[in-house]
Each structure stands twice: as structure tokens, then as C-alpha cells.
């Protein structure tokens, strides 16, 4: 018989920030103290800018773009940094409305699923935290111990994370029909449109209208440091 699940898009839905933050941290460990104000000041300065014109143009294309940063990075460095990336920036962001609306879904018997564009190592420990049952998410490619800055594949993002919900429903026997969908972005749209029950979180204004046209509930979702996406 057929089961239902509930799948939660991550940054900007379960948690207040995203990918850029993810990475700005662990790089910064990487770099002595005295020169980290320096390099996050450039980061912003010359590279912020670009990243949130490509954003708006295509979440995609910002991935594909973006994780190009982690090129050459050591991968066991950058690994060792993720459980305290977790404590340090996803936890303290974390919606504490989304942990309750998981643990609803949970005790309504439906699978929960993170579709995310984050790297699967680095969400992996939001992931255990939530108590996530699959998470569906990109990896970097590895060479020689470093990271390439390649993708193993498409970026899980638009039309993406609707085909890997798709996919994951027939692996699964899971009745989209009768599942959920949590999403922040006009990005998530596919994936919302892919089950009978979708809902938007803290959306941004395209989303807002498509929600409003859709008929489709919005939730307003707020961190324990009192913090929303920004937008």
C-alpha cells in the first residue's frame, strides 16, 4: 500500500539561511584569524553581488556557479568542519515552526524528506537533528583528496528537485497525491506543484503571488535568534 510523505526544501524553509552562509563559514576556518575580516570583507564586497543577481536569475545556474568556490578545497579539511557548521550556523537559524511541522507529519504516519540544493555532507547533520528519514541532495566531486567544484550531477534545484521527487516516489511507493511539500522560493515551485498538498514558507514575491493565484496556505516561520530569510 501506498504511503505518504512530506518533503521540506531546506535553506530558507527550515532554516533562515543558505548555501553562501554554508560555505562562508567553513571557509573562513580554513583562513588564520588575522586575515579572516579580510577575506569575508572582500567575499561580500565583490563576489556577494554577483551570487545574488544569479540567484534571481536562476537558482540553478547559481549552484553550478557557486560550487566552483570549493575547488581545490582539501576534502577531509572541509568534512571536519561540518558538525560544527551545523552548531554555528544551521542550528542557530533553524525554524522552530519547521521542527514542529515535522513532528506533526511524523505522528501523521508520512515519511519526511529534505530536498535540498545544499551539499548532502553538510546538511547531513541538520538532517539527523530533524530526524529526516531521506535527504535528496547534490555531491561534490572528489579528486585526489580535493574537491573539484563540480556537481555529480544536475543541481537539486526547479525542475530538478520535482524529477528527483518523482523518482523517489516510484523507489519508495509513495503516493504524491496524498503527500506534502514545504518550499521558500519561486524555485520551488515544481516541486510544490508535484504534490496534492503543497504549502510556502516565508516566500519570496513571486512566490507569494504564485500562492496567492494557487490558492496554496503560507506560513510565516521565524528562527530562535529571531531572524527570516533575507530577501
Not at 19 to 27: L, P, T
Not at 55 to 83: C, Q
Not at 148 to 159: A, F, N, R, S
Not at 209 to 222: C, K, N, S
Amino acid at each position: 500500500m501506498a504511503q505518504a510523505a512530506t518533503f521540506f526544501d531546506v535553506d530558507g524553509t527550515l532554516v533562515s539561511t543558505h548555501i553562501v552562509h554554508q560555505y562562508i563559514y567553513i571557509r573562513r576556518q580554513m583562513i588564520p584569524g588575522v586575515l579572516r575580516p579580510l577575506w569575508t570583507g572582500a567575499f561580500y564586497a565583490f563576489k556577494g553581488p554577483y551570487y545574488k543577481v544569479m540567484d534571481r536569475i536562476s537558482r540553478t545556474k547559481l549552484n553550478i556557479v557557486f560550487y566552483r568556490s570549493y575547488a581545490g578545497l582539501p576534502t577531509d579539511e572541509v568534512r571536519a568542519l561540518v558538525e560544527s557548521c551545523f552548531e554555528n550556523v544551521l542550528r542557530p537559524h533553524l525554524f522552530h515552526e519547521g521542527s514542529e511541522c515535522i513532528n506533526a507529519h511524523r505522528a501523521a504516519g508520512r515519511r519526511i524528506v529534505f530536498v535540498t540544493g545544499s551539499i548532502d555532507f553538510i546538511i547531513a547533520p541538520l538532517a539527523r537533528y530533524l530526524g529526516a528519514d531521506a535527504v535528496i541532495a547534490p555531491q561534490l566531486l572528489e579528486r585526489d583528496g580535493r574537491f573539484t567544484g563540480e556537481l555529480d550531477g544536475l543541481p537539486v534545484g526547479q525542475e530538478e528537485k520535482a524529477r528527483r521527487i518523482r523518482e523517489y516516489a516510484e523507489r519508495e511507493d509513495i503516493d504524491l497525491s496524498v503527500s506534502f511539500a514545504y518550499g521558500d522560493s519561486i524555485a520551488d515551485v515544481p516541486m510544490l506543484r508535484s504534490v496534492g498538498h503543497p504549502g510556502v514558507v516565508n516566500p519570496d514575491r513571486p512566490l507569494a503571488t504564485a500562492a496567492r493565484e494557487m490558492g496554496w496556505p503560507v506560513y510565516h516561520w521565524m528562527s530562535s535568534n529571531g531572524s527570516t530569510p533575507s530577501r
